[in-house]
């Protein structure tokens, strides 16, 4: 695999996996949960969470730069048979939720559509099945075609914003949602009990995407600096779109009439410009709902080939394309599983249980080995070294462990009941080869 993505390259696939169908579904959810102006530090909380645990996929990112991403870090950090443990519970987690996270994108591009085109609910899983295949067709090229793709598609989510942003200065009237919000009262004892966990758990889900450079290690020009800056760039751009979205927003329409919006921007643009332009606005938003479907697919297929390549997977997904030098493999078994999972799921289903199903293992997991690594081998290996070492490992954890109890009882059980499914995997798969050995 070449060494063929820079930094603006990386930082464009950053973004678009992290701008995704999320931010204009879940606004209108997350102010439902937080009833108030106090929605935004929901947005502000996602951001600081992925800043912070965006420390630690760096330092780990630039020290071992390869496909795959935490199933590199995982089998590095953690010793011995623990290690091939963890990284096997990462690439059968991935299994499950990777398609999971690219069905939520394809079934929320689905119902985004209907806006444009009233469709029944059978229709809305034939729109979002075919995304999974075009997506696949488009993916199925060399890595640096997909490059310049991704720059292409990047320019839908800045124009999406830029319209927003304009839209605000072109309303006739403005709610005064900012001094509303600067006067309110704080009480972070109140925010908690009102649900900021829950309205969280979702700004979470519209922020992850920041480490898919991670996924394309091999493939980076530079890693040791590309990384991590790309990383940054993508979670401080993004942080500053989304909260200059939701104010534009809530100073347009009211936010009690925007909680109830199935549509929200839709909504927010035909009030401003009329129907034509928000059906326009629809396309665009569409757009980057497929955009960031691309990007996760693009480094997700990238984590059972560096298993099957380590050995550890099966030897198949270690195939590469014959003259595209890409894991095709790899791809297509993610994207069928996708495409089953588009047409059997709803959106509101899976974003907690995206998030729970992935954060004991891969979030805490390689928090937790970062501080193995450090203490096996001190700060020599390091290429990126975070500041205040161990404060951000500190607060990572925490915070991730609050967001896994936010994501609900029956979520937290689902995502234990998905390891313990993997541990028993990897013991047969181990009794299975002592056996052939």
Same mark, same amino acid.
């Given at each position: 695999?070449k060494?063929?993505l820079?930094?603006?390259?990386?930082?464009?696939?950053?973004?678009?996996?992290?701008?995704?169908?999320?931010p204009?579904?879940?606004?209108?959810?997350?102010?439902?949960?937080?009833?108030?102006?106090?929605?935004l530090?929901?947005?502000?909380?996602g951001?600081?969470i992925?800043?912070?645990d965006? +420390?630690?996929?760096?330092? +780990?990112?630039s020290?071992?730069?390869?496909?795959?991403?935490?199933?590199?870090?995982?089998?590095?950090?953690?010793?011995g048979?623990?290690?091939?443990?963890?990284s096997?519970?990462?690439?059968?987690?991935?299994?499950?939720?990777?398609?999971?996270?690219?069905?939520s994108?394809?079934?929320?591009?689905?119902?985004?559509?209907?806006?444009?085109?009233?469709?029944?609910?059978?229709q809305?899983?034939?729109?979002?099945?075919?995304?999974?295949?075009l997506l696949?067709?488009?993916?199925?090229?060399k890595?640096?075609?997909?490059?310049?793709?991704?720059? +292409?598609?990047?320019?839908?989510?800045?124009?999406?914003?830029?319209w927003?942003?304009?839209?605000?200065?072109?309303?006739?009237?403005?709610?005064?949602?900012?001094?509303?919000?600067?006067?309110?009262?704080f009480n972070?004892?109140?925010?908690?009990?009102?649900?900021?966990?829950?309205?969280?758990?979702?700004?979470?889900?519209?922020?992850?995407?920041?480490?898919?450079?991670?996924?394309?290690?091999?493939?980076?020009?530079?890693?040791?600096?590309?990384?991590?800056?790309?990383?940054?760039?993508?979670?401080a751009?993004?942080?500053g779109?989304?909260l200059?979205?939701?104010?534009?927003?809530?100073?347009?329409?009211?936010?009690q009439?925007?909680a109830?919006?199935?549509?929200?921007?839709?909504?927010?643009?035909?009030?401003?410009?009329?129907?034509?332009?928000?059906?326009?606005?629809?396309?665009?938003?569409?757009?980057?709902a497929?955009?960031?479907?691309?990007?996760?697919?693009?480094?997700?297929?990238?984590?059972?080939?560096?298993?099957?390549?380590?050995?550890?997977?099966?030897?198949?997904?270690?195939?590469?394309?014959?003259?595209?030098?890409?894991?095709?493999v790899?791809l +297509?078994?993610?994207?069928?599983?996708?495409?089953?999972?588009?047409?059997?799921?709803?959106?509101?289903?899976?974003?907690?249980?995206?998030?729970?199903?992935?954060?004991?293992?891969?979030?805490?997991?390689?928090?937790?080995g970062?501080?193995l690594?450090?203490?096996?081998?001190?700060?020599?290996?390091?290429?990126?070294?975070?500041?205040?070492?161990?404060?951000p490992?500190?607060?990572?954890?925490?915070?991730?462990?609050?967001?896994?109890?936010?994501?609900?009882?029956e979520?937290v059980?689902?995502?234990?009941v998905?390891?313990?499914?993997?541990?028993?995997?990897?013991?047969?798969?181990?009794?299975?080869?002592r056996?052939?050995?």
């Amino acid at each position: 695999m070449k060494r063929e993505l820079g930094l603006l390259q990386a930082s464009a696939i950053n973004m678009i996996d992290m701008v995704g169908i999320g931010p204009f579904i879940v606004l209108p959810l997350v102010i439902q949960y937080l009833q108030g102006p106090y929605f935004l530090y929901a947005w502000i909380a996602g951001a600081l969470i992925s800043f912070v645990d965006g +420390l630690i996929w760096s330092e +780990l990112g630039s020290a071992y730069p390869a496909a795959g991403g935490s199933y590199n870090f995982l089998r590095q950090a953690y010793p011995g048979k623990s290690g091939k443990l963890m990284s096997f519970l990462f690439v059968w987690q991935t299994l499950i939720q990777a398609p999971l996270v690219a069905a939520s994108g394809a079934i929320g591009f689905a119902q985004y559509f209907a806006y444009l085109v009233p469709i029944t609910d059978w229709q809305k899983k034939i729109v979002s099945a075919s995304v999974i295949v075009l997506l696949t067709i488009l993916l199925y090229r060399k890595i640096n075609s997909i490059g310049k793709i991704s720059l +292409l598609l990047c320019s839908g989510v800045l124009l999406m914003f830029c319209w927003i942003f304009v839209g605000y200065f072109s309303a006739p009237h403005h709610t005064g949602f900012v001094h509303e919000f600067v006067n309110a009262d704080f009480n972070f004892s109140q925010l908690i009990a009102a649900g900021l966990g829950m309205a969280t758990v979702k700004t979470i889900y519209s922020y992850l995407g920041y480490y898919n450079v991670c996924h394309l290690g091999g493939e980076i020009k530079n890693p040791g600096k590309v990384i991590p800056r790309s990383m940054m760039i993508s979670i401080a751009v993004i942080a500053g779109l989304y909260l200059m979205m939701n104010i534009c927003v809530a100073e347009v329409i009211p936010w009690q009439q925007a909680a109830q919006s199935e549509f929200v921007i839709s909504t927010y643009i035909e009030s401003i410009y009329g129907s034509t332009a928000a059906n326009l606005a629809t396309v665009l938003v569409l757009w980057i709902a497929f955009a960031s479907l691309f990007a996760v697919l693009l480094g997700y297929s990238r984590v059972p080939y560096a298993a099957a390549v380590d050995g550890q997977f099966f030897s198949a997904f270690a195939k590469l394309h014959p003259t595209k030098n890409f894991p095709y493999v790899s791809l +297509l078994t993610l994207a069928g599983v996708a495409f089953f999972m588009s047409m059997l799921f709803k959106l509101t289903q899976v974003i907690s249980a995206i998030l729970a199903m992935r954060i004991l293992i891969q979030f805490i997991g390689q928090a937790i080995g970062v501080v193995l690594l450090r203490k096996r081998q001190g700060r020599s290996h390091l290429v990126f070294s975070m500041p205040l070492y161990p404060l951000p490992v500190i607060l990572a954890i925490g915070v991730w462990l609050w967001i896994f109890i936010s994501t609900g009882k029956e979520f937290v059980i689902s995502g234990c009941v998905v390891i313990l499914a993997g541990v028993m995997a990897f013991a047969i798969k181990e009794f299975v080869g002592r056996k052939k050995a």
